[in-house]
């Protein structure tokens, strides 16, 4: 299922629907094990596979532990550090968090972690939110070459990678095609 | 929403297209968001300098932008006409220039010529944002209009907006028709004829003189301030004959449709295009376009000033 076949165009299929279900369920069973209480976890994601990602880890919390787990939003656009240097504006969308963060403990997801810029500018988005107890990381593909020193606490699947080279996840939710995770050498 | 915006400066609403007008009312969304935080700071344009240049006073305005301007993390010079150098004679493009060799990299400029804006626009590397120039165009306060609306009813496109009192001299009304007909509105103007002139129906909107025809069928009204002095001298015999005519009284009020939206731009005239009961009223949004006014300028200042020069 996972084996690596390279076809003509240089695209490598790393995970199909059912690796990424298996990996997400993993996941959810590593942030219960961790976070022995619940209620005060918020599950939150970055636009827009992160939040994808999130609605589904909570929802395989609900699965086994019965217990509806709080989401959020974390839009970084407006917390970039790169504004300005690009041709094209990131979109910017409303972030949704609780009220009150204090004492409770924020899981940001992403779909990819790579240089950690982007989720340097997730900690700067919840600090304006205010001041968590804890915050830790969800990611479900790390494909190394951090430029910050940033570290995820939960890794659906390692994947070590050329610069050059592309992750593309795809996800049916935001993407309408079936779930995958391809490499896309150059 | 694939739109992506490409201006350096924002001049007007009739040169924009609807989707540019949605991308700003949908990036308004977002940074309506952040004024909800503990830290209402995001820091989108740090290390930016927006010089607020009002010519023409203006102290609502010219604050919006201002906190606007801070909650994006950007650093903001006040210069209003008294102060300026050019009650000493300088030209509006020397002043201009001299405050980009200071590298501002946003003007917000009012000014009591039609037309200022967009010569700076065209001189400068600055980004230009019109916050009203003459009785021509302003944008930001059409913006927030719209903005209001879509919010409290989901869409614009097939609504009947009543635009009501000095169209003439309003470049609010002016902006409001662009973009209200671009988004698909229906806009009925009604006020004195002195102030109202039938020309106006060539930029495809509707004329009337009598207010109670029009009240019935509006989704939203919308009052423009009454200026006494000048018009009291000139375009209406009396305040007291405008209030009868085209006041929004409480008895008027009741013509409106339960869900009809009253909007003014500010400052209010109580007792003058508004009733003091009707300003306060459940129906009006008043305060919200306020709110609303500092999330589209923020949006204004982001996609104006942060791409890439």
Known sequence: MNQKKQNSSGVVPIMDGEAIHRVLRRIAHEIIERNPQLEKVVI?????????IARRIAAFIHEIEKIVIETGVIDVAMHRDDVGTRPELPVVRASKLPL?????????????????????????????????????????????????????????????????????????????????VHLEKQ | MTTRWTRKDLLGLRELSADEINLILDTADAFKQVGTREIKKVPALRGKTLVNFFVEPSTRTRTSFELAAFRLSADVINISTTSSSLTKGETLKDTARNLEALHADILVLRHSSAGAPQFLANRLRASVINAGDGAHEHPTQALLDLYTIREKREKIAGLHVAIIGDILFSR??????????????????????????????????????????VLPSADVVNLLRIQHERQRREYFPGIGEYVRLFGLTKERAKLLKPDCLIMHPGPINRGVEIDSDVADGLQSVILDQVTNGLAVRMAVLYLCGGIAT
Do not use: C, M, W
């Not at chain 1, 997730?122 to 910050?148: C, K, T, Y």
């Open chain 1, 100 to 180: 009150s963060l204090e004492g409770r403990t924020v899981i940001i997801v992403d779909d990819v972690l790579y240089t950690g810029r982007t989720v340097r500018a997730a900690l700067d988005a919840i600090n304006s939110f205010g001041r968590p107890a804890r915050i830790q990381l969800a990611v479900l593909v790390d494909r190394g070459h951090r430029e910050l020193p940033i570290r995820p606490d939960y890794v659906g699947k390692n994947l070590p990678t050329a610069a050059a080279e592309k992750i593309r996840v795809q996800l049916k939710e935001t993407d309408g095609v079936p779930d995958a």
């Open chain 1, 44 to 52: 939150a994601g970055i636009p827009s596979r992160g939040v994808e």
């Open chain 2, 172 to 213: 609010v009304a002016r902006s409001n028709i662009f973009g209200l007909l671009k988004l698909g509105a229906r806009v009925t103007l009604v006020g004195p004829s002195t102030l109202v002139p039938r020309e106006f129906e060539k930029l495809g909107v509707d004329v009337s003189y009598k207010i109670d025809d």
